[in-house]
């Protein structure tokens, strides 16, 4: 559905006029508060900052990779499988997801699996940010490759899509050489380590996850949507294969909208019928009164 945009002043003004804001075929019109040559909003978050907070998200995740060459050498893969992984997956969950199910004497095929439909989720990212960063085709195939939980959160909050770009940018760039580069760490530095399960070093990244994502529920749908879905993640774990407890905690949303969609048509209904009953109120005693009025006489 194309998007309704209201253009700023000059728009269709002659070129000689001052300061005009004309949009030609194929451009994006200015932006509200956008000065006269196109610049950015004056509200328009500095990139000092974008920079900053991108990095902060990059540097904390990137290094929880040591977490996951930690456990995948621990799990039995080579350096070479596991430095593999973090170079072609690139995610995180899916990635402690498959060596996980690896260490816990699952069926390799079942792993990869399950650690491919946990992965779907960054198509629905990628449906998203491509509108939202609009990059030229030719960088759609590489970027895609950063499409990732971290790059989406620090992504979508931007209020520009040059802040988002460069967001998207400096998250992706950083985590995905600091991730490898741990990765590499983590797997050389298993065997020092000994049992790696005693360190649960496996949570490190959900860790860092969940607190990327708790600043970001504000509403009271979203708290109820996300504790419904942990509730329902953690009562799968005993009974479903490693991975696909994430996978259907997914349908806490669905269900949240349905009974909030219930709830707010009930309300609706009883208001509908509470205004019904008033304007029957107020007709019956206006009838009343004239009724009255006319016995008067």
């Known amino acids: 559905m194309a998007e309704q945009t209201t253009l700023p002043e000059g728009v269709g003004e002659s070129a000689d006029a001052p300061h005009g804001n004309a949009v030609g075929p194929g451009e994006r019109p200015a932006a509200a508060g956008a000065g006269p040559d196109g610049a950015e909003p004056t509200g328009a978050k500095p990139d000092a900052a974008v920079v900053r907070d991108a990095l902060g998200v990059g540097i904390a995740v990137g290094l929880s990779g040591f977490a996951f060459g930690v456990t995948s050498a621990g799990s039995g893969l080579s350096l070479l499988q596991t430095c593999a992984l973090s170079l072609a997956v690139f995610t995180g969950a899916s990635q402690f997801a498959l060596v996980g199910a690896l260490a816990a004497g699952g069926n390799p095929y079942t792993a990869a699996a399950g650690a491919f439909f946990l992965g779907v989720r960054n198509s629905f990212y990628g449906l998203r940010l491509s509108q939202l960063l609009a990059l030229p085709r030719a ?104 991975g696909v407890p994430v996978l259907l905690s997914a349908l806490a949303a669905p269900a949240v909208l349905f009974l909030s969609g219930r709830m707010k048509g009930t309300g609706g209904e009883t208001a509908t019928e509470k205004k019904h009953a008033e304007k029957h109120s107020q007709t019956s005693t206006q009838t009343s009164t004239q009724t009255n009025t006319e016995e008067d006489r």
């Open 139 to 242: 960088l759609r195939p590489f970027a895609a490759q950063w499409v990732i939980d971290e790059t989406t959160a620090v992504t979508l909050p931007q209020p520009t899509r040059r802040a988002a770009r460069i967001g998207f940018a400096v998250t992706g760039l950083t985590l995905y050489v600091l991730w490898n580069l741990t990765t590499l760490l983590g797997a050389l530095g298993a065997e020092a380590l000994g049992d790696t399960d005693t360190w649960g070093l496996d949570a490190a990244s959900p860790a860092v996850f969940l607190a990327l994502l708790a600043p970001m529920l504000k509403s009271t749908t979203e708290r109820v949507t996300a504790a419904l879905a942990v509730l329902l993640a953690l009562g799968l774990l005993p009974v479903v294969p490693a």
